[in-house]
């Protein structure tokens, strides 16, 4: 196993108290799998990454969480407690390149930059090569033109290339990749997701991608953790969710996603999931019984008062929904 998050609990201190963003999250990442996070808006997909990547923000609080990356474990309740891998055991790309490129310095200078930090006293020449390289490799054009130009010159699609050629360099046991195409229209985003598994299979890192879309999990993922107002409600495989959903919620997800084609794209701003009536619950004030219930279609009454454990669907350990209906009574 690559990487295993275990128990994952994070608030957020507000002025009208406390936001309770995740609960008792816990992931399991095979290397060379992709696994996808889905969830509405919301439900704290980016909490998770954060939390990984020791980018919370200053009024978040990790109560708990143990993250076990290639054999070694961190415990996440300790500020930057995952600081020292970031960049070496962890790379992650956001939905704006810019977020990880500073405008100021060539496109060349910050993945040599990033050759430094990993392989410090390996000279100028050499690591100008790996990293024209590097470019080569995510297909950007020009790549030896490329390498004296700045972020602002390139496209969107362009610098996140660019993300994914720093994030090659950076050899990760763990790729977190956010929103990596939102922004992109859907050419280029097929050809970005072709980059990230390429990626994947040049160093056989572990991939968690975080979506809103369930077309990119099905198409590109190989397992899947489904995200409800911070409490993982379903993970297995992408074939057993997709075939046989164990939540409701999931089952809803798969009724209402749009097949990946352009109308989606047209309108990639919009939440696709709102087909779902209702909203998320308050996060300050979490509901008895069942998180999903108060929209859910197959409720009975024990759901408004039990908190659902998680259980196997159809008896397989490696496929499990936090849904009342699967506890054997
Ligand atoms: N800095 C913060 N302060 C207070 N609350 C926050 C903060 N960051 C996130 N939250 C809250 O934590 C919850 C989870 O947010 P998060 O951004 O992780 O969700 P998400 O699933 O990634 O959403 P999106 O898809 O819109 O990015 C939400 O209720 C959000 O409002």
Redesign the pocket.
């Given at each position: 196993m690559a990487i295993s998050l275990r128990n994952l609990s994070v608030n957020?201190s507000?002025q009208q108290g406390t936001?309770h963003?995740l609960r008792g999250v816990s992931l399991d990442i095979e290397k060379g799998q992709m696994h996808g996070l889905v969830?509405e808006?919301?439900?704290?997909?980016?909490?998770v990454a954060f939390a990984l990547m020791g980018l919370l923000?200053n009024?978040?609080n990790v109560t708990s969480g143990t993250a076990t990356i290639e054999g070694k474990s961190f415990d996440l309740t300790k500020r930057n407690a995952t600081a020292d891998l970031r960049g070496r055991g962890m790379a992650m790309i956001f939905q704006d390149p810019m977020l990880s490129l500073n405008p100021v310095f060539t496109i060349g200078t910050q993945l040599c930059e990033v050759l430094r930090r990993r392989t410090p006293g390996s000279d100028r020449k050499t690591q100008g090569a790996m990293a024209e390289d590097a470019l080569a490799k995510v297909r950007l054009s020009n790549p030896g033109r490329r390498m004296n130009q700045y972020p602002h010159e390139l496209s969107g699609g362009m610098r996140q290339r660019v993300v994914i050629a720093m994030a090659l360099l950076s050899e990760p046991a763990l790729l977190i990749a956010d929103e990596p195409t939102t922004a992109l229209d859907v050419t280029v985003e097929a050809q970005i997701m072709r980059e990230i598994i390429g990626l994947r299979d040049r160093i056989g890192c572990a991939v968690l991608l975080i979506t809103?879309s369930l077309g990119l999990v099905t198409e590109y993922c190989d397992a899947i953790s489904v995200?409800y107002a911070?409490e993982k409600l379903e993970s297995g495989t992408v074939r057993q969710v997709q075939r046989q959903p164990g939540h409701p919620y999931t089952r809803m997800l798969f009724d209402c996603e749009v097949p990946i084609d352009r109308e989606r794209h047209a309108d990639a701003s919009q939440n696709r999931f709102t087909v779902i009536a209702g909203d998320l619950p308050d996060?300050r004030r979490r509901p008895p019984g069942c998180i999903f219930n108060a929209r859910c279609d197959v409720s009975f009454e024990d759901c408004a008062v039990v908190s659902p454990g998680d259980y196997p669907v159809r008896n397989d350990d490696s496929h499990s929904a936090r849904c009342l209906r699967l506890a054997t009574p």
């Open positions: 957020y507000l936001a963003a969830g808006s919301g439900s704290g997909k980016s909490t923000a009024n978040a809103h995200l911070g996060p």
